[in-house]
């Protein structure tokens, strides 16, 4: 049993190696914008002798001391991106990359003609020399899967069979895809050797991992990595945290995450990425990674323009089973994913959606991971046009064709609020790069309502009515 983190403890180590970092970079008041009050610039300066324990009661001014030191104006995308001195440079081309020409190859074979605005940004970041720590967060559908698995790619030295390279995602799904696209994107470069660490994928006793990178979940990777000692963690050269804040949010990704992170070398390179950042994660973020690079969306940016949104007035469950079916026979739909807010729920409407002559499949977290990877296989290829989910399958998942997402149930938190991170999430699983999506929400009570209001008012975006007794008005939608 490894031991229980003493978080305190923790913060305090990596604040004061950050309040060092701090220290030893020069930010003039000019460049960094907003001039802190100054004992707060003491305090920056005054971490460096190295002596002094920081308290903890400093850890969250020192965290604001260096967002707004350093973070805030240091790395504003819209500002630094033009100057090519910048850390935020950006390119317009693969080209301009000076990648391994196998990989280039790759990413062309791939459809890629251009990289989008989150990997124009960061990638110039990601593969600079020396390596830059990166938080990034973009909206969903955007690219940023492809932008850290080239990092990864680009950063490996295929001379040394030892794990180089980690990326740790939440689920066994998206794990799984990411391991996906990088056999797709290295498929000149056969070199490049992969290892899968999810459930179901064993290692001999005491024998080593030779492939240069680890793609998996926090459980599998703690059991081979500190359990097993089947690979070496100091020597991970690059860390990658995918949807960066669910697992930095829930408590058990949280524990195995920081005790990955804690054995890794001070000068491992960190990519974060995610959709979105609660504040808190960000903070938290912020004080793990050592004077990062962060690319952030404005809020006002981050709900999806692609996507058209409405919602649907229903009395009842059955009410809105009868709207799906009027909406569903009215437009032509490519492929669509439904979210329940319970497996009953699901599973019920699958039912009938099944006995109505529609070809869905379910995915909800009965079933064996093996079961989930094969609905979604099947889905993927168009065996079935309806995925019925609940939020197992709300973030990461890549499906091109799909044209529609409805929320069947609305996502609400444990308080029974709108949960708008959820619902971005859900929503951008349509939409994926700029294409358009449409979002359908169904409304069967006046609670229900106040969260849809809840959710526009967030994002603000209208979300505009729908009436599903007339097709001429659903046909529009599709058109
Ligand atoms: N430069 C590019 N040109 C064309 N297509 C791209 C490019 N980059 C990514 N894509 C495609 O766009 C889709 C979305 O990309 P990706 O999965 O990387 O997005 P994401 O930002 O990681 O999404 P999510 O937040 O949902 O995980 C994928 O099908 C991917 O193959």
Not at 5 to 14: M, P, R, S, T, V
Not at 71 to 89: F, G, H, W
Not at 128 to 144: E, V, W
Request: with cysteine; hydrophobic share 40%.
């Amino acid at each position: 049993m490894a031991d229980k983190i003493d978080w305190a403890k923790y913060l305090e180590e990596q604040t004061s190696l950050i309040s060092k970092n701090v220290a030893n970079l020069e930010v003039t008041p000019a460049a960094a914008g907003d001039d802190p009050p100054a004992n707060e610039q003491n305090e920056a300066t005054n971490g460096d002798n190295g002596d002094d324990p920081v308290n903890p009661a400093d850890v969250s001014l020192l965290q604001k001391i260096i967002r707004k030191g350093l973070v805030e104006n240091a790395n504003d995308v819209e500002i630094q991106r033009q100057d090519p001195n910048s850390p935020l440079y950006s390119v317009k081309t693969f080209e301009a990359l000076h990648l391994k020409p196998n990989l280039l190859k790759g990413i062309y074979s791939m459809g890629f003609n251009a990289p989008s605005k989150i990997q124009e940004t960061a990638l110039p970041t990601l593969l600079a020399d020396p390596p830059q720590n990166l938080i990034a967060q973009s909206q969903s559908g955007t690219g940023k899967t492809a932008a850290f698995v080239l990092a990864m790619l680009s950063r490996l030295d295929s001379q040394f069979n030892f794990p180089q390279v980690l990326c740790l995602s939440p689920t066994y799904e998206l794990a799984i895809q990411t391991a996906e696209v990088a056999t797709r994107m290295a498929q000149f470069c056969p070199e490049i050797e992969i290892k899968l660490a999810v459930r179901g994928e064993e290692m001999p006793r005491g024998a080593k991992i030779s492939e240069h990178i680890i793609i998996g979940t926090p459980g599998k990777v703690l059991d081979w990595g500190l359990k097993f000692r089947s690979f070496d963690l100091s020597k991970i050269k690059v860390f990658v945290l995918d949807e960066a804040d669910v697992m930095i949010s829930q408590q058990g990704h949280q524990d195995q995450c920081i005790r990955i992170h804690k054995c890794l070398a001070s000068t491992c390179q960190m990519m974060f990425f995610s959709a979105t950042y609660g504040q808190d994660v960000m903070e938290f973020a912020e004080v793990i990674v050592p004077r990062p690079i962060i690319i952030r969306l404005k809020r006002e940016e981050e709900s999806l323009d692609n996507i058209e949104q409405y919602y649907v007035k229903c009395k009842d469950q059955q009410a809105k089973y009868e709207a799906l079916t009027n909406i569903y026979g009215s437009i032509s739909v490519g492929q669509a994913i439904i979210f329940c807010h319970t497996r009953r729920t699901a599973n019920w409407l699958a039912e009938k959606m099944a006995k109505h002559g529609h070809s869905v499949a379910v995915l909800n977290g009965d079933l064996t991971v093996e079961q989930r990877i094969a609905v979604l296989d099947r889905f993927r290829e168009g065996l079935e046009k309806v995925l019925i989910t609940t939020n197992v399958l709300s973030r990461g998942i890549d499906v091109e064709q799909v044209t529609i997402v409805v929320n069947f149930d609305l996502p609400i938190d444990m308080q029974g609020k709108a949960d708008c991170e959820t619902y971005l999430h859900r929503i951008g699983r349509t939409g994926r790069f700029g294409k358009n999506g449409i979002a359908i929400n169904l409304i069967d009570s006046p609670e229900s309502m106040a969260i849809c209001k809840a959710i526009e008012k967030h994002f603000n975006r209208k979300i505009r009515f729908l009436n599903a007794e007339d097709s001429d008005e659903i046909e529009k939608i599709g058109a």
